[in-house]
């Protein structure tokens, strides 16, 4: 039984139900930058004197700091799509999972139809090349036959499962 969730966000204070997208996306953003946050709590600036390329962590105030990063509650959904986060998770589209769930569900059965449908030596070969990853060569050598005509055997065998499965 699926529970009924309510997402929702403070902002200002104020309670505001949004879809499970927004809020995932909302959240997701605020994460990212609290990390950067995390990492970056002092500014870096760039040596005057030295060795190249030397940076050293910023003894300002950052409340002056001409860098100083915005707060998170500052932070806009279209600031961060002028930044290039568009908040889209492709893995949030439920429908669409469980349509391409279900059809490859679909082409995994006709496969394994298709498959027990071959003669006992055809599945023997599918099965050294593709599930064992043996080489043709090595099959070839293996069935005491040549290379070429395992590879049309090969072929033969592709062209049958593609008939059916299509």
């Known amino acids: 039984m699926a529970e009924n969730k309510e997402f929702y966000l403070v902002i200002k204070g104020e309670k505001i139900i949004v879809s499970e997208e927004v ?36 003894q300002g105030n950052c409340e002056e700091c001409q860098f100083k990063q915005q707060k998170m509650s500052d932070v806009s959904l279209d600031a961060l799509k002028e ?10 589209d439920v429908e669409a999972n469980f349509i391409a769930r279900e059809e490859r569900k679909e082409m995994y059965q006709k496969l394994k139809q298709a498959i027990s449908s071959l003669k006992p030596v055809q599945r023997e070969i599918i099965k050294m090349i593709y599930v064992e990853g043996k080489s043709q060569k090595e099959v070839a ?22 008939e059916k499965i299509l």
Do not use: H, P
Request: with cysteine.
């Open 141 to 162: 050598k293996e069935l005491g036959i040549a290379e070429s005509t395992l590879s049309e055997r090969v072929k033969l065998i592709i062209s049958k499962l593609k």
């Open 23 to 58: 809020y995932r996306a909302y959240k997701s953003s605020d994460r990212a930058e609290r990390k950067r946050k995390q990492r970056m709590w002092r500014c870096r600036i760039k040596r005057e004197k030295g060795i190249n390329n030397q940076w050293k962590r910023c």
């Open 83 to 92: 930044e290039g986060f568009d908040g889209v998770d492709e893995s949030l």
